[in-house]
C-alpha cells in the first residue's frame, strides 16, 4: 500500500508538460521559419507585379497573384544576348542529370562491391585515394582537367560535363556503397561461391537485390548535386549546353535598369523545384536508407 501512495505521489509531482520539451519545439520552431521565410517571401515576390513590390510590402501576400513573372522566367528572360529563358537550361540540367547519376552511383556499386568482397594487390591505397578524393577542392583540378578534356576533345559539350560529373562523383558514391556493402554478412559471398557463383552473377543475383537503401541515398544525394552544381556547367558545358544554374546567373547578370525582381524570384524557384521536389517525395526514403545503415563505417 505505501509503494502504491508513493508511486501515485510521484506520478502527480510530474509536470503534464515537460520543461525540457519547450526548449526542442522552440528551437524547431525557429529552424523552420528560417528556412521557410525566405521561400515564403521568393513565392510572394514572383507572384507580385512590380508596382506592388515597389510599394515595400515584402511579407504581404500579393493583392492579385500573377504567374505572369513565372512565364517569362521560363519563355522569354534574357540569359546574355538570347531572351529565351530558362527552358533550354532546364533540358540541359536533365540531360546532364540522368546519365550522370545513372553512370556514378553505377561506377560505385560496381567498385564498391569490389572494395569489400575481392582482394587485389593496392586495393587499400586504391580505397584511400578515393577517400581522400573526395576532400580536395574541385578547384585545384579545373585547369589541368581543361587541358586534358580539349585534348580529348571533351571540353565545351554534353559528353565532357557528364564524364567530369562521374569523375568527381565516383569517390563519394563508391565510399557509400563499400561502407554498406561492408556491413553485409560475408557468408553470403562465400556461400555463393562454393556454389560456382562469378565475380557478375554475385552481384546482380545477391548484392544489388540488397542494395535498394543505399541506392537511394546514393541517387538523391548525386541528383541533388549534379543538379545544383555550377562550377562545372559554366567551365566544362560549354554556351549551348549551360545547365540551369548558369542560366539563372546570366539572368541575374543581364538586366539592365530597373531589375525584375518578381521574375529574378520565379527564375531561381523553377531552379530550385527539381531538387526540392526529390526531397520532398523521396526525402523519407533517404533517412530509411540512412538509418539502414547506407552510410555506415
Not at 515537460?18 to 528551437?27: D, E, K, Q, S, T
Not at 552511383?105 to 586495393?123: K, N
Not at 555550377?230 to 549551348?240: N, Q, T
Request: proline share 6%; aromatic share 14%.
Amino acid at each position: 500500500m505505501i509503494i502504491t501512495l508513493s508511486s501515485a505521489a510521484t506520478t502527480a509531482r510530474k509536470p503534464a508538460f515537460p520543461i525540457h520539451r519547450i526548449g526542442i519545439y522552440a528551437f524547431l520552431l525557429i529552424s523552420a521559419l528560417f528556412f521557410l521565410v525566405p521561400i515564403y517571401l521568393m513565392v510572394a515576390t514572383s507572384l507580385k507585379g512590380m508596382p506592388e513590390i515597389r510599394a515595400g510590402n515584402g511579407l504581404s501576400w500579393p493583392i492579385a497573384p500573377s504567374f505572369g513573372a513565372w512565364v517569362a522566367a521560363w519563355s522569354t528572360a534574357c540569359t546574355g544576348s538570347v531572351c529565351e529563358g530558362i527552358s533550354a537550361g532546364f533540358w540541359n540540367s536533365v540531360k546532364i542529370t540522368i546519365p550522370a547519376v545513372i553512370l556514378s552511383c553505377s561506377v560505385g556499386a560496381i567498385t564498391g562491391y569490389t572494395l569489400s568482397f575481392w582482394r587485389f594487390p593496392g586495393m587499400n591505397l586504391i580505397f584511400g585515394i578515393l577517400v581522400v578524393a573526395i576532400f580536395i577542392p574541385y578547384q585545384v583540378f579545373i585547369f589541368p582537367m581543361v587541358s586534358i578534356f580539349a585534348s580529348l576533345g571533351l571540353y565545351g559539350n554534353m559528353v565532357g560535363v557528364i564524364f567530369i560529373h562521374v569523375i568527381f562523383g565516383m569517390p563519394i558514391t563508391t565510399l557509400m556503397f563499400r561502407n554498406y556493402y561492408a556491413s553485409l554478412p560475408l557468408e553470403l559471398i562465400k556461400a555463393a561461391r562454393v556454389d560456382g557463383a562469378g565475380y557478375f552473377r554475385i552481384f546482380f543475383q545477391i548484392i544489388l537485390p540488397l542494395s535498394p537503401p543505399i541506392i537511394v541515398v546514393a541517387v538523391i544525394w548525386q541528383a541533388t548535386g549534379v543538379w545544383n552544381d555550377y562550377l562545372f556547367g559554366l567551365v566544362f558545358a560549354g554556351m549551348e549546353n549551360q545547365p540551369m544554374t548558369v542560366q539563372l546567373n546570366n539572368i541575374l547578370q543581364s538586366q539592365m535598369g530597373a531589375r525584375e525582381y518578381n521574375m529574378e524570384m520565379a527564375a531561381t524557384l523553377l531552379t530550385a523545384l527539381v531538387p526540392l521536389s526529390i526531397y520532398l517525395l523521396s526525402g523519407k526514403w533517404f533517412v530509411r536508407g540512412i538509418v539502414g545503415g547506407a552510410i555506415k563505417g
